[in-house]
């Protein structure tokens, strides 16, 4: 925590007065509500949905039954979860008009761009918009999941100069992304990784762009506006964005012995290295512990490009931590493992942050469906900290 003190021309008051308040940068440390969604032990490394630890969710559950639960607060019975995984795939469908607006963005801007501009437009053609009740804000959250999914699907296809394909009513929510993505079914074994990847990356309690929804929608504005301001905030490299960047810098390194040189010299000019790091984590990201699993399957990979990725990730992930995690506390994060294993799907580098609020998004609408049960609207303060009284001058007699 860092304190500020401060003290301002005369007015010296007593200790912690209105001049010199204790200034949290990045709210660090502060807790701002209570909630039910998620456990982040940030000291021991463990992630906990709804009570349910990470790793016995990735290995028993999908991603259909994740969202269930972070929506409802218990995993569904049978009957539940077919309901549910129905209503997802039936609400997959996207609005002519919503396409156009991804076609027409598609090579011109970000696909994060093209995603919040279209998820946003997705409102216009959501009757429930206006009703704030639970129930149409649960039902608002299933078409926001399912139809970020086909957005995200349909940028991919409409980058590539494809067209915009349905979804397939018997395939899984991971199944169908990538058939959406490439127009046509992909192993089993791809999908379940990919359904292990969006699991992980579900819900991960008030991290930035959690927030951000949430400071939109405690204005008592809507749904879509509140998981609009998410996608925007998850862009940035600091946040969401880290995944595309991490993969970048991998293939800058270009051969796996150029790894060690790289990060070494990019330590030293005191650069940051994407994937690395974490506000809450002082230990192992428990997630990036899970795919790492899946990477080091990856090695004997039949392609040349994933195995050199795979082996790049894992030689800088052991300097890494051999020189800032026991040191400094900087260890591996979600991000960092994340783009080997999407590219071995055949998930081209601009889609990983789209994924990414893809996955994000039950965790979204959960919170803020929460946190509307007793709403606060979020205003923090800020110390100003700039002269005052100052003389109005005329524009002819300034300098
Ligand atoms: N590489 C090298 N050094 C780092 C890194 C990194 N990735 N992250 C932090 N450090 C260093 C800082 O330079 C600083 O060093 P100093 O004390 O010598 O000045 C020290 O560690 C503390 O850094 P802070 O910026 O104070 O840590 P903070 O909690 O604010 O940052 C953050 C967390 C933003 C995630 C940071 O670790 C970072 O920039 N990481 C890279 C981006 C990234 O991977 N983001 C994804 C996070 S996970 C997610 O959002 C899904």
Redesign the pocket.
């Known amino acids: 925590m860092l304190v500020i003190n401060l003290s301002v021309g005369t007015e010296k008051r007593g200790h912690l007065s209105v001049d010199e308040p204790t200034i949290n940068l990045?709210l660090?440390g502060i807790y701002f509500t209570k909630s039910e969604v998620c456990k982040l032990d940030g000291i021991n490394g463990r992630l906990y949905y709804r009570g349910y630890p990470i790793e016995t969710l990735s290995k028993n559950s999908n991603f259909e039954e994740v969202c269930y639960l972070l929506l409802y607060g218990k995993l569904p019975n049978e009957e539940e979860f077919n309901i549910f995984a129905s209503a997802l795939k039936s609400e997959s469908e996207l609005p002519e008009q919503v396409i156009s607006i991804i076609k027409d963005m598609s090579n011109k801007a970000h696909p994060m761009d093209t995603l919040r501009t279209a998820v946003s437009a997705l409102s216009a053609y959501d009757n429930d918009v206006p009703d704030s009740s639970i129930d149409a804000n649960m039902r608002k959250s299933v078409r926001l999941i399912a139809k970020t999914c086909s957005i995200v699907a349909t940028i991919g296809r409409f980058r590539n100069g494809e067209s915009y394909i349905r979804s397939k009513p018997n395939l899984s929510f991971a199944g169908n992304f990538l058939y959406m993505l490439n127009g046509s079914r992909q192993s089993q074994q791809n999908e379940k990784i990919l359904d292990i990847m969006l699991m992980l990356?579900a819900e991960?309690s008030s991290?930035?762009?959690t927030f951000s929804t949430l400071v939109a929608g405690a204005t008592l504005s809507d749904i879509h506006a509140a998981v609009t301001s998410g996608i925007a905030t998850?862009k940035g490299?600091?946040?969401?964005?880290?995944?595309e960047?991490?993969l970048a810098m991998m293939r800058a390194i270009g051969r796996p012995d150029n790894t060690e040189e790289y990060i070494e010299s990019a330590?030293e000019g005191?650069?940051?290295?994407?994937?690395?790091?974490?506000?809450?984590y002082k230990t192992y990201?428990p997630r990036a512990r899970i795919i790492k699993v899946y990477l080091e399957s990856m090695q004997d990979s039949s392609s040349e490009e994933v195995r050199n990725l795979t082996s790049i990730a894992l030689r800088a992930e052991k300097l890494?931590v051999d020189k800032?995690g026991k040191t400094?506390?900087?260890w591996p994060?979600?991000?960092?493992f994340s783009g080997p294993v999407y590219t071995a799907l055949g998930i081209p580098g601009y889609l990983f942050t789209p994924l990414?609020a893809v996955s994000r998004m039950p965790g979204w609408c959960a919170h803020m469906i929460e946190y509307w049960k007793s709403n606060r609207l979020i205003r923090p303060l800020e110390y100003y900290s700039g002269p005052i009284d100052l003389e109005y001058i005329p524009m002819e007699n300034r300098s």
């Open positions: 990045g660090e990356h991960h991290n930035a762009s998850l490299p600091l946040h969401g964005g880290a995944d960047a991490a330590l005191k650069k940051r290295i994407m994937g690395f790091g974490h506000r809450v990201d890494m800032l400094k506390g900087i994060n979600v991000d960092f990414f």
